[in-house]
């Protein structure tokens, strides 16, 4: 039984085909990379895992059970978390009241404001606990944004171009939080734009164009796939 499956999921808006029977399945514990150029229907994608939008057709298979029609609450419950792309916190509260949001309206923990302070621990937020999430810098933003999706208590952590806009020491910072989260048992599965942050953590890579999958494997197999230079480099890349 595999973790997560994706069979067949298709996603239109009017003629626009976002998703166009994707299927693929991901193993407890992996990191899954997701590239494709803009408009490939990487986070349509997301959205369908996630429950913030239905499929027209296909299923999604959590541990087993059939959540296609759970909504994104329900799937929240269930341990799947999304963090996303850009971050909005609720700038009048402080980074700990953001946390402990999560910590009390996700999944079910004794004590949530124990779990709070262990997921500011674990991506390096503790020490701006008091501050109020309207005044913190980009970085420490997206280190909350993963904070906050950590506090559900997932056991699936969706992960949405986290890494856009940081510099390249901001950026290497934050790949540690997420190797200390993946090392906790959350299995990952990340789109990103900034390629050579996602390929040192992703064991696997899959690939989408124009709402289809064209790749999916090992990182650098899929890398040097001819399908995945063309989409990136040209029709005619033969590098």
Request: include cysteine; hydrophobic fraction near 45%.
């Amino acid at each position: 039984m595999s973790f997560l499956s994706l069979e067949k999921l298709n996603k239109r808006y009017g003629a626009l085909v976002v998703t166009d029977a994707v299927s693929f399945s991901v193993a407890e514990g992996e990191i899954v990379g997701i590239l494709g150029p803009n408009g490939a229907g990487k986070t349509t994608l997301f959205n369908l895992i996630a429950g913030t939008v239905r499929p027209d057709s296909g299923r999604v298979l959590f541990k087993g059970d059939d959540i296609s029609k759970n909504d994104a609450a329900l799937r929240c419950k269930r341990g799947i978390s999304l963090s996303f792309q850009v971050p909005h916190p609720f700038n009048g509260m402080t980074v700990f009241e953001n946390i402990l949001v999560g910590a009390t309206f996700g999944r079910a923990t004794a004590d949530p404001e124990t779990h709070a302070l262990q997921v500011m621990e674990l991506t390096g937020m503790k020490t701006k606990a008091n501050q109020l999430a309207g005044s913190i810098t980009l970085l420490e933003r997206k280190r909350l944004e993963l904070a906050r999706a950590l506090a559900t208590a997932p056991e699936l952590l969706l992960l949405d171009e986290i890494a856009g806009g940081l510099t390249e020491r901001e950026c290497q910072s934050l790949l540690s939080a997420i190797r200390d989260v993946h090392s906790s048992g959350v299995t990952i599965i990340w789109i990103e734009h900034v390629v050579h942050a996602l390929l040192s953590v992703a064991q696997r890579l899959v690939v989408l164009n124009f709402g289809k999958l064209i790749a999916d494997g090992n990182p650098e197999a899929v890398m040097n796939s001819r399908d995945v230079k063309s989409v990136y480099l040209g029709e005619d890349a033969h590098v």
